[in-house]
Each structure stands twice: as structure tokens, then as C-alpha cells.
């Protein structure tokens, strides 16, 4: 520890006071170190849903969205993570591969049945992202020891539904949808307003991130309703409906 | 520069038709031919006679020649069938190229010293096809590759050294019978029609020329023209060496329908094809499992191996993969024939390389974590079964369900329909993340509670409103309501129990689709997309909604 000269600037007085607390807790170990464990690559747009990324050997509760959940676990997997999805049969696989999951990399399982805890221990032990659905015959016990692997194993379990002990809970609270008219147009733009809720974190926050964005597409969804949107969109862009099919 | 072989070829007339014919069940001496396009690829014998030629129209070979038999082409059965001719030849000399279905290459040298002369090879080459295959060929001699043919098409022996001039008074045209590939035959056709518009009508003429003139005036296709006419070669002769399959059976000594018993099989039949692949020091990437029941049917998958991590755990690898594999079939989940004892059930190893040739990933070998997702995967295999395990990948399609493919993890299926095709009326993007397996029933209702009707011409008979999924299982007040008889029925109705309606926000459609309209399975349906309304407690969701059979189908979420 520096002594620091009388003369010197408040800031500079405040940085060194800081780096004194900041080496005392090192020493005595107060801070988390555990949570400077590797990062897995999330999609900018998602940085304000997890401001700390997506870190290895965490637990995300995603509650009414199966497009966020997605989204949390696209960019992971396009950088080379496997992924695994367990109990979740009706998962779109376009819409995964949309955000980025390497379809080369997923296994899907979709109905574990009893064995639920025993596929879910297998697949983290394999696996860097590990998405969970609604109602898997788990219990508790099961879910405090699969957490326990997923940390030991730097796994990251992102769960449908609520968790407990999760590290960070994210419940959908509003949906925005852009593009769809009254009987024109076509679901374009989406927005979720979603709550944080985190085990090391205090009040609940509220974010509102865009998950789908169509470029070409220049209305906004507003609060009105989505027919304003279309009205604004209608002006200036075209774009065909879908013409009929015969294959 | 390529030094000039000493050829024999082995010619069968009129292949195409040939093989037809034998496929066909039709007679050697009857009238045929085989189309393709709009005229004849090939004619037999007796059409000829009749004045069918290559190239008629169908309705103008049927008017020289009414009792024709017209085939239709197929490369591939044309190719099959010629494996008897080359196996027959094969039995006479050793090692031979086919450069095509219907003609034979054999080098002449070694083979013509064993049996003596050419007049000898020839004759035993025509002798063993004639008896072995039953077909009828010529063969004939010569030095290069176009006077080989030439020379077999006459059937001659054209003595060392003399190709040129035995080529000399031949037609340009004869050329093209040296071209083995398609786009090789086209462009060696138009070179043709050039020289016979300069006046150039033999060979003999051709080959007159100085060499560096024609490369300068046709490029890489006179040289390559310039040096067969003159009687040499281009390339040496590609020798076949046919190798049996790697494949291992097990005859059961009566049909076999225990899953232990198949079990102690698999094992066994397992390490037989490890041991057999390491007698020949070679390796597979894929393999074949066949099994056979007793009522004729044939149970058949391929299955990828990854053994190039763990050589020593591919017998136990391939036995799971066969116990799991009957098992899934003999308890009904997986498709296939209908269950039945077992009377045999091989195992053939597929992509064949030499050990320590084995093609790695383009960024090295299959890297750490690849292996242990593999093995977590086939953990949980081993738990749920084959199916339990799913991979996916994306295939054409319009609707979000049909444009995926799942299949066993592991497993090799049917090609997936093509991406590339422009499938009009898919639905657009963003896609949903939530697609049911099956759809499920849905209501909707116009402002006045009726349900909204799609009719035959795309009408819709009102905005839709109202919607209502079919409500939780679980929830007891929906049922309750279902039962009580304001709901128009008394004592409940076998119909769906519908949750709460919720109103409309917005909507788009209908998207009409109609797929495979000629087929059993074709569909109709008219596809909406509906954004309901936020309120008490539930989020404003999207649905995609299909009307077809006259009712409304849930098919999937935009969650």
C-alpha cells in the first residue's frame, strides 16, 4: 500500500483508495471469484439480458419465451458449443437455426420421460449449452445436483420455467409485434420486454430488446396497435404475400 | 506424353437396346428401341432392318416399324447390366476398363502372350462373353484408343504400327466414338461439323495437318482429336480391380425373435466385421445392417461409425447400434415391415478406405469436445433407446414442420428435399420456435362468436375475432364448463375443451397452400397469422393457424 501525497487530485485520491479495498478483498477472498469463470459468446442484442454474459457454469430460467432461450443459446453454438435440447418436443428447428444454432451440433431428446435426471447429467457432461423444457419429471434433489454438475462441468443450463436457486431468472412480461395488419402484411418485428431477476442482484429491472428485426421493414410497433405499424409500413415498401403453392 | 498401349476392345452393339431388351424380358431378335428425349438412343437389330434408325421420333419409328417395343433409358440399369459382360471378361484376362456401358478396354500385351496370340485373346474374349453374360460382341486390336474401337467395331486385328493408316480413310465423324463423356461428345461433335464444313472428310485429312495448326485453331479438343486420329494414345488404361464387399452374415438356425438372442448375435456378428477389416487393414465410415424376416421383408439401415477415435470400441459400438436398432423395430416404435422372426442378419462395411487414409475434418482431426458429446450421446442412447436420440436438419418445405428432418442420432437416412428448389407459399420468416408434431385443434370465431370460414375461392367469411386453443388438461373449471349445458350440449360432447376466448389483435392471411394435390397424401389448407391481444396476466401471443378439412388447426407458436 502506497502512501499517497497530500497534494494529490481528489480523483486520483479515490482510484488509489480503491485499489487498496479492491487488494484487501483479493486477500480475504470476499469477492466471488467464482464468477469470473469463461464466458460463452452471446449475441449483442442480448447483452442487456445477462450484463454479465453468458457464463460457464450457469443456470438461466427463461419463462414465456422459447425464442429467447434460442437466442441466449445461438451464438454459443455458432461459435463451435454443443447443444443439447431435452423435453422439448415441439421446439422450432428453423427458428433455432435462425439464431444461430448449428443444427451439425444439436441432439435433440425429446421426451426423457423418468430418466430426465439421468439425460440431463449425461448431456452436461458432453455439452457446453444444455436447454431444458416445462416439466421434467426432475425433483429438487435432482436439480440441486445437476446444477452442482453444470458448475463443476462449465455447462450452461438454460431452463424453461422457474429453477430453483437460478442464477439468473428471466420472465417474458410483454410481447411487441410488428408487420401484421388487419388481414394484410406479416409478422416482421418483435420486441420483448423482459424482468431480470438475479441471485446476486436486488430489485427486478426491466429490459425491452428487439428479438426478431426486419430490416426492411419501417414501421415501429407502438402502442396502439399493430395495424398502426402496418399503416406506416404499407406507404413505402412492398413486399408480395405469398403466392399459391402446388409443389 | 503418354506412351501408346497395344488395346483390345470389347464391343457389345447396340448396348443400350441390348440391355433393355434382357431387363425387359423382350426377345433378341425382336423389334426395339429405347427413347429417350424426344428420339432413339439405340435400335436392335431387327428395328434396323425394319428402317428404324437412330435419332426417329417415336411416331415415325412406330410408323416404319409398327410392332416396335420402345424401352425407356435408364444409365443406371444400362451400367448394371454390363457388370456380367466385364465379369465375363474378367474371367478371361485380368484387370479391364470400362470406358463405357457397352465397351470394354483391355490391354493387350500380357494378355494376348498368355493365350498365345490376338487371334487366340479375341476368340476367347467372344467365346467366354457369349457363354458366361449371352450376349453377342466383337472385339478387335489396334494400337491407341480410336483404332481400338474402330478396329473392334470392324472386327479386325490391326497389326502394330499400322493404326494410322488403317484410321486414314475413316470420316471425321468417327471421332466421337472415342469421347466416353457427354460434354466431351459434344464438344468433339461440333469440332467434327467444323472440319466438315472446311472440307476435311477423313482422318486421313485431319491428320495432314500440322499439330501446332490445330492446336492454334482448336484449341485443346483438335489436339486431343489430332493425336487419336494419328493412332496414340491420351491416357493409359484405368484398371478395374472388382474386391468383394466386406460384409459378415449370420443364418440363424431358426428364425429368431428374443431380443437376447439378437443381442448375443450382434456381438458376435460385430467383432466377425472387426476382425474381417482388420485382415484387409482397412476401415469404414459407414455400415450397412440387414436384416431379413421370415415373410421375405427386409429391415434396413445405415448407420455413420466414428471409430476413428476409438478403434478398439467399434465392435461394441456396431453391436449396440444392432441390438438397438431390432429392439426399437421388434417393439414397434421404429418404421419399418411388420415385426417378425429374424432368419438372417448381416452387417457390410460401406466407405471402405485403407487404414491411416481415413479423410479428417477440415480443421483436424474430430477435436475433444466433439468426442465427448458423441459419447454423453450414445450414454443417453443407451438409456432411451435409439429413437430417443434425435438429429435434425433442415430440408425444403413450406410449412415450418415439414421444412426439418429428424432422424436417430447416429443414423443415416433418405436424402432431405432440396433447399435449393424456390417452394412458393413457405411460410415467411421469422420462423416459429414453437411447431407441434401435430397440430392442434383451434377455434376461431368472428365478432358474433360463429367460427370463420375459408371458402374454395380464398374468402374469407369474416375477420377473425376470437380465438380459442384447447384448454390444459389439468384445468378443471374449462372441463367443468365443457360439461354444464349452457354450452349447447348436455352431459358433454366427445369435441375438444376449449380454454377462454381471447380476442384478436391482428391477423394476416389466408396464405393458400396446396400441396400435392395429385397424391393420397396431398393437402389443402389456408394458412393465417394471428397476434392476439396482452390482458390478464397473458402475454400478447402469435400463432400460425391453418384451415383445412373445414376446421382450424393450430400448427404452431411464435413464442
Not at chain 2, 10 to 21: G, R, S
Not at chain 2, 498 to 512: F, I, M, T
Amino acid at each position: 500500500m502506497s502512501v499517497v501525497p497530500a497534494e494529490a487530485s481528489r480523483g486520483d485520491r479515490l482510484s488509489a483508495a480503491r485499489a487498496a479495498l479492491k487488494g484487501a478483498e483479493e486477500r480475504l477472498s470476499t469477492t466471488r471469484l467464482a464468477w469470473d469463470a469463461p464466458r460463452l459468446p452471446l449475441a449483442e442484442s442480448l447483452a442487456p439480458v445477462l450484463p454479465d454474459g453468458l457464463r460457464r457454469g450457469q443456470v438461466v430460467a427463461v419463462t414465456g419465451s422459447t425464442s429467447l432461450m434460442l437466442a441466449l443459446a445461438g451464438e454459443a453454438s455458432r461459435a463451435g458449443s454443443w447443444t443439447s435440447m431435452i423435453g422439448m418436443p415441439h421446439a422450432g428447428i428453423l427458428a433455432a437455426a435462425g439464431r444461430g444454432v448449428d443444427l451439425t451440433r444439436l441432439a435433440l431428446v425429446p421426451h426423457p420421460g423418468i430418466h430426465a435426471a439421468a439425460v440431463v447429467g449425461a448431456c452436461i457432461d458432453g455439452m457446453d449449452v444444455v436447454l431444458l423444457g416445462p416439466r421434467l419429471a426432475m425433483s429438487d434433489a435432482d436439480r440441486r445436483r445437476v446444477m452442482a454438475k453444470a458448475r463443476e462441468g462449465g455447462s450452461v443450463l438454460i431452463v424453461a420455467g422457474s429453477w430453483p436457486g437460478a442464477h439468473a431468472v428471466l420472465e417474458v412480461k410483454g410481447v411487441r409485434w410488428g408487420g401484421l395488419g388487419a388481414g394484410d402484411g406479416r409478422l416482421r418485428h418483435r420486441e420483448l420486454t423482459v424482468a431480470i431477476e438475479g441471485r446476486a442482484r436486488g430489485a427486478v429491472k426491466m429490459v425491452t430488446i428487439a428479438v426478431d428485426v426486419d430490416r426492411q421493414w419501417r414501421g415501429s410497433p407502438n402502442k396502439e396497435g399493430l395495424s398502426g405499424g402496418v399503416a406506416k409500413a404499407g406507404a413505402g415498401e412492398s413486399w408480395t404475400r405469398p403466392s399459391m403453392g402446388t409443389s | 506424353m503418354v506412351a501408346t498401349v497395344r488395346r483390345a476392345v470389347l464391343w457389345v452393339p447396340d448396348w443400350p437396346v441390348v440391355a433393355a431388351m434382357a431387363a425387359a424380358g423382350v426377345g433378341v431378335d425382336a423389334p426395339a428401341a429405347v427413347l429417350h428425349g424426344r428420339g432413339m438412343v439405340a435400335v436392335s437389330a431387327a428395328a434396323r432392318a425394319a428402317g428404324v434408325r437412330r435419332g426417329m421420333r417415336k411416331r415415325h419409328a412406330q410408323r416404319a416399324c409398327p410392332e416396335l417395343t420402345i424401352l425407356p433409358h435408364d444409365e443406371g440399369r444400362d451400367a448394371r447390366e454390363f457388370e456380367a459382360v466385364a465379369a465375363a471378361a474378367e474371367r478371361v484376362v485380368s484387370g479391364v476398363e470400362i470406358s463405357r456401358p457397352g465397351l470394354l478396354m483391355i490391354p493387350a500385351n500380357g494378355a494376348a502372350r498368355f493365350h498365345g496370340s490376338e487371334d487366340a485373346l479375341a476368340e476367347a474374349l467372344v467365346t467366354g462373353v457369349a457363354d458366361d453374360a449371352a450376349y453377342e460382341s466383337c472385339v478387335g486390336v489396334a494400337d491407341g484408343l480410336l483404332a481400338a474401337i474402330a478396329a473392334a467395331r470392324a472386327s479386325v486385328l490391326v497389326p502394330a504400327g499400322a493404326s494410322r493408316d488403317f484410321l486414314a480413310p475413316y470420316g471425321v465423324g468417327t471421332l466421337a466414338l472415342a469421347a466416353m463423356e457427354r460434354l466431351q461428345r459434344v464438344a468433339v461433335e461440333d469440332l467434327v461439323s467444323v472440319l466438315v464444313r472446311l472440307g476435311l472428310g477423313t482422318l486421313g485429312d485431319f491428320t495432314a495437318l500440322p499439330l501446332s495448326d490445330v492446336i492454334a485453331r482448336f484449341g485443346a479438343v483438335g489436339a486431343w482429336a489430332h493425336r487419336i486420329a494419328r493412332g496414340e494414345d491420351v491416357a493409359p488404361p484405368v484398371l478395374r480391380r472388382s474386391e468383394d464387399d466386406i460384409a459378415v452374415e449370420y443364418v440363424f438356425e431358426e428364425p429368431a425373435q428374443r431380443v437376447e438372442q439378437f443381442a448375443l448375435v450382434a456381438a458376435f456378428i460385430a467383432e466377425q466385421l472387426d476382425a474381417a477389416l482388420l485382415a484387409s487393414g482397412v476401415r469404414c465410415g459407414r455400415v450397412r445392417i440387414t436384416a431379413r424376416t421370415e415373410k421375405g421383408d427386409v429391415l434396413e439401415r445405415v448407420w455413420r461409425t466414428d471409430v476413428g477415435v476409438r478403434a478398439g470400441a467399434f465392435a461394441k459400438h456396431m453391436a449396440d447400434r444392432v441390438r438397438w436398432q431390432l429392439e426399437g423395430w421388434l417393439s414397434g416404435t421404429a418404421t419399418g415391415p411388420e415385426p417378425a422372426p429374424l432368419v438372417s442378419l448381416a452387417l457390410t462395411a460401406e466407405d471402405v478406405v485403407l487404414l491411416g487414409s481415413e479423410q479428417a475434418y477440415l480443421w483436424g482431426g474430430a477435436s475433444g469436445s466433439d468426442a465427448k458429446a458423441h459419447r454423453s450421446l450414445e450414454r443417453v442412447q443407451g438409456l432411451l433407446g435409439v429413437e430417443g436420440v434425435l438429429s435434425v436438419r433442415e430440408q425444403g418445405g413450406r410449412s415450418p414442420r415439414d421444412r426439418v428432418q429428424a432422424l436417430p442420432w447416429g443414423q443415416e437416412g433418405q436424402t432431405p428435399r432440396s433447399l435449393g428448389h424456390p417452394w412458393p407459399g413457405r411460410i415467411p420468416e421469422p420462423a416459429p420456435a414453437t411447431v407441434f408434431a401435430t397440430a392442434e385443434p383451434l377455434a376461431v370465431l368472428d365478432a358474433g362468436g360463429r367460427p370463420v370460414v375459408v371458402d374454395r375461392r380464398l374468402g374469407i367469411s369474416a375477420p377473425p375475432t376470437w380465438v380459442r386453443r384447447q384448454a390444459d388438461p389439468r384445468d378443471g373449471l374449462a372441463r367443468a364448463v365443457h360439461r354444464h349445458p349452457s354450452s349447447g350440449h348436455v352431459g358433454g360432447s366427445e369435441g375438444p375443451v376449449w380454454g377462454a376466448a381471447r380476442p384478436v389483435e391482428a391477423w394476416a392471411g389466408p396464405w393458400p397452400v396446396s400441396e400435392r394435390w395429385w397424391a393420397e397424401d396431398g393437402s389443402r389448407r389456408a394458412y393465417v397469422q394471428i397476434a392476439l391481444r396482452e390482458g390478464e396476466g397473458e402475454l400478447g401471443l402469435a400463432v400460425l393457424a391453418a384451415f383445412t378439412a373445414g376446421g382450424w388447426v393450430l400448427e404452431a407458436i411464435y413464442d
